[in-house]
């Protein structure tokens, strides 16, 4: 029996080359071509700028049934949520808490700047108090 993966891609390589004989080569080519292009698109679900923050989110989540309201974290972990935003073109939110230390919002969370830490420190979640 024929996977339906294979039938389908059969169907579209005869179906854009007419009847036309390919060579292994150029065959193999459009299949590294179209791996490429399904990695390209996976990878756009791994979030690895913002994975270790989102993992302490989750966890809080797991704990708390809600997102935390705050995040401390250190230079190298805001810029790379701050790249996340830019490079998946979400809306960027940036302010200054009570005691004007920038702050980034990621999902429902704040995200403070703790330029005085480690430059990978990620904090514990906490909520308002």
Do not use: C
């Amino acid at each position: 029996m024929v996977a339906r993966r294979e039938l389908l891609a059969a169907s579209v390589l005869s179906g854009i080359f007419a009847g036309e004989q390919i060579s292994d080569r150029a065959a193999a080519d459009i299949i590294t071509a179209l791996k490429d292009l399904r990695t390209a698109i996976e990878s756009q679900h791994v979030f690895a700028e913002i994975g270790q923050v989102r993992q302490r989110m989750v966890e809080f989540l797991k704990a708390q049934a809600k997102f935390p309201d705050f995040i401390e974290v250190g230079i190298d972990i805001w810029m790379a949520a701050y790249d996340w935003h830019v490079n998946h073109v979400q809306p960027i939110t940036v302010g200054r808490d009570g005691g004007g230390r920038y702050t980034l919002t990621l999902m429902q969370t704040q995200l403070i700047l703790r330029p005085d830490t480690v430059a990978n420190f990620i904090g514990t979640p906490y909520d308002s108090r």
